[in-house]
């Protein structure tokens, strides 16, 4: 029978994990609890907290509440969302990664200097990701978002650029725009860039891989949602083909265990372990009925 493991190394992240802790911690003490936003791109977990009693809105919603209670997530805010909390009365439990927190500052620091230089701030990040837009923010909207090395090439390289990154994009991505940045900008024009890629995500690249390697067939657990789930996927898929996206046990397609002497279980900085854990001991339970 195919031996089945679990990757110590998937599962929440600090601010996923400190996020959830501060939602049950609230949840605990009665009273309505909103979140602004899924917790986390993980729709069984957004599940699980439902039924303690998250109540989970969007900014419509958020600029109508009056007098209450809201969560806000790992992924940060814009200014905006505290201004609109302070005049509609909204007590925040700010569970803002502290990573994140960092890199708000830096950039609203950087775009509230006083300089003489004409200089743009450039964000490599997912358009409308939770993160970048609290990111923009610290901007009033002004800075400029890429997703990919492509969109660097737009960019207006007559003009100064200072370029950071959301905390969980791809690290080999962002040193290829910074190549092609250092490369193509006017000598007239100064260029500086902040690696702001968490290293508890980039750290999982490497480990993924070996541990993708290391088994004939691999089950990625992660919400359709999550922006790290599809980037470390596809680094799974890299280096075997044989590895398959699911969000829940019922997605498990049992035709391909029959072939499989190792089966390896691993997921997103979004992944909740025991999720993990419920898709282990259904593979289990299948392997066990087809060998009787």
């Known amino acids: 029978m195919a031996k089945v493991e679990i990757d110590e190394g998937s599962g929440f992240c600090f601010g996923v994990v400190n996020a959830i802790s501060k939602a049950e911690e609230e949840l605990a003490k009665g009273g309505t609890l909103y979140c602004l936003g899924d917790i986390v791109h993980n729709s069984r977990e957004v599940e699980r907290l439902k039924a303690m009693g998250l109540v989970t809105i969007n900014h419509d919603e958020f600029n109508r509440l009056h007098d209450a209670k809201v969560l806000l997530r790992a992924h940060g805010e814009p200014p905006e969302t505290y201004e609109t909390a302070r005049r509609n009365h909204i007590e925040i439990i700010d569970a803002t990664c ?140 890299k280096v075997n083909s044989n590895s398959h996206l699911i969000d829940s046990p019922e997605e498990i397609d ?19 372990k025991w999720l993990m854990e419920k898709i282990s ?6 392997l066990q009925t087809s060998a009787n």
């Open 98 to 237: 502290p990573v994140v927190l960092r890199l708000q500052k830096r950039i609203k620091q950087e775009y509230t200097q006083n300089t003489e230089e004409d200089k743009q701030i450039v964000i490599y990040g997912k358009n409308g990701h939770a993160e970048v837009l609290g990111l923009v923010g610290q901007t009033e909207g002004k800075a400029i978002v890429i997703e990919k090395l492509e969109e660097a090439k737009s960019l207006d390289l007559s003009r100064s650029i200072r370029l950071y990154s959301q905390t969980t994009k791809s690290l080999d991505e962002f040193q290829r725009i910074v190549e092609y940045i250092k490369e193509h900008i006017s000598p007239d024009a100064t260029f500086e860039y902040y690696d702001t890629i968490c290293r508890q995500v980039a750290n999982r690249i490497p480990n993924i891989r070996k541990f993708a390697a290391s088994h004939d067939l691999i089950f990625f657990v992660s919400g359709k949602k999550s922006s790290n789930g599809k980037m470390l996927f596809s680094e799974c898929q």
């Open 254 to 272: 049992t035709s391909l265990l029959a072939k499989a002497s190792s089966i390896g279980i691993c997921g997103a900085t979004s992944t909740p």
């Open 281 to 286: 001991a259904t593979i289990e339970e299948k």
